[in-house]
């Protein structure tokens, strides 16, 4: 065996692992390693230092629930989840936002037409749009997935304690036979991340706002083409250009028109909106 020191050490830590040759943990595994041996050097990691990292893991682990991922918040504020959505993102099609931890599988289906946010304040807006191919090919019986804070920033799966059923602001709508789908909501007002953990202590020491830009979530699904999680935002909001998971991408950024008094929209809506913006989804071939 060759003499142990920091520069033996990394090749001695990949061939203690028997990983199958040639396959993609092995090249996971192995890349991670080198990285994190790097890193530790190239910064001199003192103990206390690296006993740190270890305890925000902790932290994090300590503070997880089946509702609230530590973790995942700690990849949004360190712009990883926006690096993977982004490298992930296929030529053409929508670019990828992130998912977010409020999403559920299980959202009720929707007319075309329908109101997500019956009963609720604020500005009532139409969203309409098409989904295509990247050829432009409209794509009749595509899914559009969606979820929503309201009015006030706020999630109804937040609230539940507060009667607020958590399927509400939330729909699965299916396009018609010209790939278009429409429906109304409330604007969604910004909100902040949660921020009362080791992650917000993270975005304390450096400084940082926990807001997120007001936001749509979306999934979009078709037979044959590749699922893409995203959001849209609205321009000239509060925190567009400084969203504080990285969520935000220029593609994704929408502009609200407003709906005059007795306009015919040509829809059959559930709600008269005041305003309305219209967004197209573009869906890769998987
Ligand atoms: C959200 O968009 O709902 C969200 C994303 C990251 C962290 C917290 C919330
Ligand atoms: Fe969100």
Redesign the pocket.
């Known amino acids: 065996m060759d003499k142990l020191n920091q520069f033996t050490l990394t090749e001695a830590v990949k061939d203690s692992f028997k990983t199958e040759e040639g396959s993609r943990f092995k090249f996971l595994l192995e890349s991670f390693i080198d990285h994190l041996h790097d890193f530790t050097r190239e910064t001199n990691l003192t103990h206390a230092e690296w006993m740190g990292v270890l305890n925000f893991m902790y932290d994090c682990g300590k503070i997880s629930t089946p509702e609230r991922h530590e973790f995942i918040l700690a990849s949004d504020v360190l712009g990883f989840s926006a690096l993977v959505d982004m490298i992930n993102t296929r030529g053409g099609g929508t670019e990828g936002s992130n998912l ?1 931890p ?1 999403y559920l599988d299980d959202a009720p289906e929707k007319a075309l037409g329908a109101d997500l946010a019956p009963g609720r304040d604020g500005v009532t807006i139409l969203a309409k749009g098409v989904v295509r191919d990247i050829l432009g090919k409209p794509l009749a019986g595509a899914i559009v997935d969606t979820w929503q ?1 309201d009015g006030s920033g706020t999630y109804p799966i937040q609230e539940q304690e507060r009667g607020q059923d958590k399927h509400d602001l939330r729909g699965k709508f299916t396009t018609n036979e010209n790939g278009e789908y429409y429906y109304t909501t409330v604007l969604p007002k910004p909100y902040t991340v949660p921020f009362d953990g080791p992650v917000g202590d993270l975005m304390r020491a450096g400084k940082r706002h926990p807001w ?1 830009a007001a ?1 749509l ?1 979306y999934i979009l699904r078709a037979a044959g083409y590749r699922d893409i999680t995203t959001e849209v935002f609205f321009e000239n909001t509060e925190y567009v250009d400084n969203d504080a998971v990285f969520g935000v991408r220029k593609s994704l950024i929408t502009s609200l028109k407003p709906v005059k008094k007795g306009q015919d929209l040509g829809l059959p809506l559930e709600r008269t909106p005041d305003a309305m913006f219209e967004f197209d989804f573009v869906l890769s071939p998987e």
């Open positions: 977010g409020f804070a997120r936001h979530h």
